[in-house]
């Protein structure tokens, strides 16, 4: 894996251009901007294609969508197309609310994207497949992730990050997991969001092989976690999400290198 594109990421400090929801749109801002990435969010359907143009990658979170967001969404990920730009999809709650998922199937038919990352109940809603998912949580089901994943990246010609205890990341034929993490990150809402824009980040840096973004950017994120938790003596995930803030921004790739757990 190209761990080297975290110092690549910090020497060009990529525009990322989120269309965030309003729960976690700091969290997502100060996490970017920790790692070594510019963060810009933006609503507003007039400056779409400045968006653009500026940003290294787009990032488009569907957490807390509107009427108004998603005509924003199909201009911004049309002109992301334009653009040759990278376009990362956070279907959030997709395997919970139908309405969710009508919309997300709709605007994976109107414009390409380059990654999906979802949790296990929103990337097996949109592969079709069976699950129970729980709100914006992943859920429970019984299928193999791995064939989940694939099916999801096949059925819409990109890449796929189904995140959890271990991430599978997939270009619809090869597979690589990673295992890193800490189950804090379940107690701290936002993760997931968080690494969405962080491979949008990934992304900015390696438009030619966003498999390989999708990759480094689970690994950072998991690790950085990993490495937080280490030093934390109690459940604690409010000090969780501030110390892991400071520890994208500290990290380094041999640390990261120590306790990769990929295969
Ligand atoms: N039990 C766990 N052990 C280790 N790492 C975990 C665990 N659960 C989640 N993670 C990590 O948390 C990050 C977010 O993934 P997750 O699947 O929880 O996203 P999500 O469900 O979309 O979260 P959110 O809705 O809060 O944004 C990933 O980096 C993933 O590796
Ligand atoms: C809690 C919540 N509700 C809509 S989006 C969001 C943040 C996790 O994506
Ligand atoms: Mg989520």
Known sequence: MELQL???????????????????????????????????????VQEAETMVQIAGAVCINLGTLTT??????RVVGKLANQYHKPVVL??????????RKKVALELLADFQVDVIRGNAGEIAAL??????A??????????????????????????????????????GQRVVKVANGTPLFQRHVGSGDLLSSIVAAFAAVSPTDVYQAAQVACLVLAG??????????????ATFAIDLIDRLSLVTVPEIQTIAQIN
């Open 68 to 73: 108004t967001q998603i005509d924003q969404i």
């Open 6 to 44: 975290l110092n690549t990421l910090r020497d060009h400090n990529p525009i990322v251009f989120n269309i965030a929801n309003f729960v976690t749109v700091q969290d997502v801002a100060n996490g970017l901007n920790a790692l070594g990435a510019s963060p810009i969010m933006s609503a507003e």
């Open 134 to 171: 729980k709100g914006i949580d992943a859920g429970s089901g019984q299928g193999d992730l791995v064939e989940i994943a694939q099916a999801c990246a096949q059925q819409f010609q990109c890449c796929v990050i189904l995140s959890g205890p271990t991430d599978v990341i997939t270009d």
């Open 224 to 237: 950085a976690g990993e490495l937080v938790a280490s030093q934390l003596t109690a459940d604690r995930p």
């Open 127 to 132: 592969a079709g497949m069976d699950w129970q």
């Open 90 to 99: 956070d279907p959030v709650a997709v395997g919970a609310v139908p309405y």
